[in-house]
């Protein structure tokens, strides 16, 4: 990952993933004191939500803080979108973990895969409780970047990723 001096690997108004948490915008970097340490945080304006959040800057590559993706990275999730769903496994509790273990990766590629398969399971079976609050967590991380790379109002890249993944259905 590229760095900017200082330590930062991200500058002010750069547009990032917080995997789990979904995209948003760094407005500034603050000096806090937290339980008797003092560290540097990332300032990062979510608008999911329309909160913002601290992010430890010595952390920020740990965590998988990243940039946006590019364009040719979006159209590659897009592909992924409209692709048929992919095998998964039948014991939920194991489908459950391999989601999670991709949404918690950041990756674009992995949130749109669970993205079209838990929309496809809901519209041919259902969804148990579980795996409808996983596909609003990958929901929210896959709509909030689309939205910065596209500059989009959240609910219309709802529309576009459901009919891209339902387009079979149409």
């Known amino acids: 990952m590229k760095g900017y001096g200082g330590g930062f690997l991200f500058k002010i108004g750069e547009r990032i993933v917080y995997p789990m948490h979904g995209a948003g915008i760094i407005e500034g970097v603050e ?8 560290r540097k945080y990332y300032v990062v304006y979510m608008p999911m939500g329309d909160m913002r959040v601290l992010v430890p800057v010595d952390n920020a590559d740990n965590i998988g803080l990243r940039e946006i993706s590019s364009m040719d990275v979006l159209e590659l999730s897009f592909a992924v979108l409209k692709d048929d ?11 459950y973990r391999e989601n999670l273990d991709k949404l918690k990766s950041g990756d674009i590629l992995e949130v749109s895969d669970v993205v079209r398969n838990l929309i496809i399971m809901e519209e041919e079976r259902g969804l148990s409780t579980g795996e409808r609050k996983l596909l609003n967590s990958a929901k929210q991380m896959l709509f909030t970047e689309v939205s910065l790379i596209k500059d989009l109002q959240q609910d219309d890249v709802e529309k576009i990723i459901y009919n891209m993944v339902l387009h079979q259905k149409e």
């Open 31 to 38: 000096e806090k004191e937290i339980l008797g340490e003092v």
């Open 85 to 95: 769903k992919t095998k998964m496994p039948e014991n939920w509790n194991r489908r």
